[in-house]
């Protein structure tokens, strides 16, 4: 075994959610998903395939249809971006994985926004990468960018930057102006972007989406964007995401895709390319109903003293911390196993986030965000 599987370390949310295993009065919001399926008509077109005898192995990038369409939907958000640029991917892991695989290589620099989702540290990890960590900054519970401090860590010697804007958990999302600098910095020193953009659509401003670096960077630009199906359109399950490539850099993906997964399975690409056909009226009532859950939460959070709290601008996360309770782990195990309420403790995402809680506020239905936030003021004798 390497050594630096070995020294990997496991998952604290599953720590958490396994302290609770086989408990059904457990109200849990670790997970990053909804507790609502996928929606039906997607379901059916993976169905129809399946009775059709879909059942074989398929091109490495992914249905040409599928890529079409995906070529359709990102353009309309993002301006043209062809479907020579465009993988898809078993996953939005899959395709974070396959990023890095294209161009980490051992003893790489890779500088990382934080806190963040540890696969993507991780992954840089499992190849070799050394990363090089900087962190957001809380204010009043809003985690913000210092620019000046990012891009004095990112040199000629970085050879990949992870943005995951809107983040998990942080909820942090990136200004145009920021990216615009990030980009620029970027071109000079050489280094390629990596953003995982996968929660672009659960964003609560005034668009369709969040920022994304593809509004601003050229086809050639060394920008690798990485997406999934499983947030915009609750497909978690499925492993369905794509790649956003510069030009020129298709081959090398089906080259790697072959040898990781091959292909993604058929009949979740029929249903992915459905949730494209629905996503003009799907996407916008998910978002609502993101926005309703996000906006009931934080203002449960906020009205508890001791309560640090910030109103996320995206994703489907409140990232918060409670006055003296310093050690997430503990707490969050407190919480399940003394008040059955199940959230993701904060150092899960790297030290930066200890002292927080990540608590996914997707949920068909409302009221359940409610008997949670009841559960909590219980646990602090509000
Ligand atoms: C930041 C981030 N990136 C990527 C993913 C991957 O999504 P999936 O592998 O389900 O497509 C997740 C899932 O939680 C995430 O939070």
């Not at 008509?41 to 249809?65: C, D, K, M």
Request: glycine fraction near 10%; charge should be neutral; aromatic fraction near 8%.
């Amino acid at each position: 075994m390497r050594d630096v599987i070995a020294k990997l370390p496991s998952s604290k949310i599953r720590e958490v959610a396994n302290a609770a295993m086989g408990r059904s009065d457990v109200l849990a919001f670790w997970f990053g998903e909804s507790d609502e399926p996928t929606p039906e008509a997607v379901r059916e077109a993976a169905a129809r395939s399946l009775r059709a005898g879909e059942t074989f192995y398929s091109h490495n990038l992914g249905l040409e249809p599928l890529r079409q369409g995906l070529s359709d939907y990102v353009s309309a958000l993002h301006g043209p971006v062809g479907m020579e640029r465009i993988a898809v991917t078993s996953s939005g892991v899959s395709a974070l994985m396959l990023a890095l695989q294209m161009l980490v290589d051992a003893g790489d620099e890779v500088v990382a926004v934080v806190p963040l989702w540890p696969n993507l540290t991780a992954q840089a990890q499992i190849l070799g990468g050394r990363v090089r960590r900087v962190s957001l900054q809380p204010r009043q519970g809003h985690w913000q960018l210092d620019l000046e401090a990012l891009l004095a860590a990112v040199t000629s010697d970085t050879r990949a930057l992870l943005v995951n804007a809107s983040g998990n958990p942080t909820g942090w999302t990136l200004t145009r102006a920021e990216q615009q600098a990030i980009l620029e910095h970027c071109r000079r020193t050489g280094t390629w972007i990596v953003a995982d953009e996968v929660y672009e659509r659960l964003y609560y401003g005034n668009a369709a989406a969040a920022p994304s670096f593809l509004d601003i960077a050229g086809e050639d630009d060394r920008l690798i964007v990485t997406h999934s199906f499983s947030k915009s359109f609750l497909m978690t399950g499925w492993r369905l995401g794509w790649l956003v490539l510069p030009r020129g850099h298709l081959d090398a993906a089906a080259k790697l895709i072959e040898f990781n997964t091959s292909c993604a399975p058929v009949f979740v690409q029929r249903g992915g390319l459905e949730a494209l056909r629905i996503a003009p009226d799907f996407v916008p009532a998910l978002v609502r109903r993101m926005r309703e859950g996000r906006d009931r939460l934080v203002d449960a959070l906020t009205s508890m003293p001791g309560v640090d709290v910030a109103r996320p601008a995206g994703g489907m996360y409140a990232f918060f911390r409670v006055a003296g309770q310093a050690d997430s782990l503990a707490f969050a195990r407190r919480l399940v196993e003394q008040h059955g309420l199940g959230l993701a403790p904060g150092v899960a995402f790297g030290p930066e986030g200890e002292g927080w809680l990540r608590w996914c506020f997707a949920s068909r239905d409302p009221a359940r965000l409610d008997a949670g936030a009841r559960r909590l003021a219980a646990a602090l004798g509000l």
